[in-house]
């Protein structure tokens, strides 16, 4: 029997603010710290993988809402060109390459057309809600979370 090594975490990531038009944010709560309210998040899968693939990659896992290439919201999913470098919280910071202290997050956003019911990854995510988006940034833990679904007015147009 062989015991696979889990490779570190690539420190590139990027965040998904799901929404609908009328500007409610979709939150999930993470399973590994249930005071944590978040918009779907999670890093690249290999160096070279490009960050719109993580995004959709990333939202199908954690939500089952497909909106990779070929699906209709494909179009939905939308690279807002921002970026966000923070701190890894110490914690966390055994899931990347000693010495890794910084991550870049790339910001994204889904318009989905109303408010869907996600399916979650138990591993991952225990509850899910929908909130105005004022609402949904003052319950997020992450600062950068909080900064980039305030800026969705701004983007959503």
Same mark, same amino acid.
């Given at each position: 029997?062989? %015991?696979a $090594? ?9 965040? $998904? ?5 009328a ?8 399973a ?7 918009s779907?998040?999670?890093?690249k899968d290999?160096?070279?993988e490009p ?5 959709a990659?990333e ?9 990779g290439?070929g699906?209709?919201? @494909?179009?939905?999913?939308v690279?807002?060109q921002l970026?966000n ?6 914690g966390?910071r055994?899931r990347?390459e ?5 991550? %870049?997050?790339?910001?994204?956003g889904?318009c989905v057309?109303? /408010?869907?019911?996600p $399916?979650?990854?138990a591993?991952?995510?225990t509850d899910?809600?929908w909130?105005p988006?004022?609402e949904? @940034?003052d319950a /997020? ?6 900064e ?8 959503a147009?």
């Open positions: 029997m062989s %015991t $090594v889990k490779p570190f975490k690539i420190p590139e990531s990027v965040l $998904v603010v799901i929404h609908t038009p500007l409610d944010v979709l939150l999930i709560r993470r590994d710290a249930s005071e944590f309210w978040q779907v998040t999670g890093s290999t160096l070279d960050l719109v693939l993580t995004a990659r939202v199908a896992e954690e939500t089952g809402i497909q909106c290439e699906t209709p919201l @494909a179009s939905q999913l690279d807002w970026r470098v923070y701190e890894i919280y110490p966390w055994a990347y000693p010495g890794v202290t910084r991550n %870049t997050e790339h910001l994204f889904l057309p109303e /408010c869907l019911t $399916v979650l990854d591993r991952e995510h899910w809600r909130l988006y004022r949904a @940034a /997020c833990f992450s600062p950068s979370n909080a980039a679904i305030l800026l969705l007015p701004e983007f147009r």
